[in-house]
């Protein structure tokens, strides 16, 4: 048996580039591992089956979870290695909120796949686990990456930064709101589809990518990240579907203008920037220090009692899954 942590990520990062002709969205993102974490126990079984049991109502516990989907890809992509190898309970200990923008489902995946290469002894490299990770969301392949990243295509394309500081960060979400990713990015082509860039020749396309690449790597957030300026990157957190989230949801919009304002009660300096994560609706704050983050909680309950409001602190991690001892 194998227990694994799923860390949670947030997008410090997320700029929509235009259509795909895969028809995705290519993206230019920096994410972050923060310590909100599932736990996902892997316990092989004899016979040849996936069960998967979840103490979360709103979490699909048929094999459309996608932790049970990565059982099946990894059996489809490696038949000669998993063949002999009978079948897996999954348990999910779930911590991160559903549908909340901080790749909850992704990292269970993530963290499933991690966790059979070990139990099945399969010997596959991080790349290979990458690969498969990329067939079953774009969120994948951070997550078992982790730490600090620029992930550039759908998303899948992993570029490791390696020095980000260690913030702390409060989460917020209402438990009762989620957003569908399918509907945010659909939103948004309808919305800002005229501003994308033309779509590039097959041939261009490696060129163009390595230059938005190369824009974001000697960028103002990257060189903030590697200087651990934290003032920095707050101000250069940026999402460009906050665009349609938030008039849609102006219950996350009035979360944000709160949670701006609590992280400049009290304390001098104890807020640094506030944005949502991925297509939302959790809502971030970055903090200095833990105590600050808790500050920045108590502030935040003062303005807003209402107990469907969910409130998480953590830190910037430097892995997406760790095995639990
Ligand atoms: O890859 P993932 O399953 O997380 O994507 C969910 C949905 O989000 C996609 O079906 C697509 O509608 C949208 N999406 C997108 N462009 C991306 C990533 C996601 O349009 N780069």
Redesign the pocket.
């Known amino acids: 048996m194998l227990t694994l942590i799923a860390n949670a990520k947030i997008n410090l990062y997320l700029e929509i580039i235009g259509n ?1 002709p895969d ?5 230019v993102m920096v994410m972050q591992s923060v310590s909100l974490a599932d736990h996902i126990t892997l316990k092989p079984l004899k016979t040849p089956t996936i069960q998967l049991n979840c103490n979360h109502p709103q979490v699909p516990v048929d094999q459309t979870n996608l932790a049970c989907r990565a059982v099946a890809l990894l059996q489809k992509r490696c038949p000669n290695r998993t063949n002999c190898k009978g079948g897996v309970e999954i348990t999910i200990d779930k911590k991160i909120p559903v549908g909340a923008g901080l790749a909850g489902g ?1 990292a269970n995946a993530a963290a499933t796949l991690f966790g059979l290469d070990v139990l099945w002894n399969l010997g596959l490299t991080r790349t290979e686990l990458q690969d498969i990770g990329a067939e079953l ?3 994948v392949p951070f997550c078992l990456a982790g730490g600090c990243a620029i992930a550039t ?3 899948e394309e992993v570029d490791p930064i390696a020095q980000s500081p260690k913030l702390s960060v409060v989460l917020a979400k209402y438990a009762s709101l989620s957003v569908s ?2 509907w ?3 939103t948004y082509r309808q919305q800002f589809e005229h501003t994308y860039r033309p779509v590039v020749q097959p041939t261009s396309d490696a060129v163009n990518l390595d230059e938005r690449r190369s824009r974001l790597h000697s960028g103002p957030m990257v060189k903030a990240l590697g200087h651990h300026r934290a003032t920095d990157i707050a101000a250069h957190l940026f999402n460009d579907l906050e665009k349609v989230v938030l008039p849609a949801h102006p219950q996350v919009a009035h979360l944000k203008q709160v949670m701006t304002a609590a992280s400049h009660l009290g304390q001098a300096g104890s807020g640094l920037g506030t944005l949502m994560s991925g ?1 939302g609706p959790t809502v971030f704050t970055l903090a200095e220090t833990p105590a600050q983050a808790e500050q920045i909680v108590h502030n935040i309950r003062q303005q807003i009692s209402d107990p469907d409001l969910q409130l998480h602190t953590a830190q910037f991690t430097t892995q997406g899954i760790e095995l639990k001892n």
């Open positions: 795909r028809g995705f969205h290519e993206l992704s969301g774009s969120d295509g759908r998303g990713t399918v945010a990015y659909q297509s």
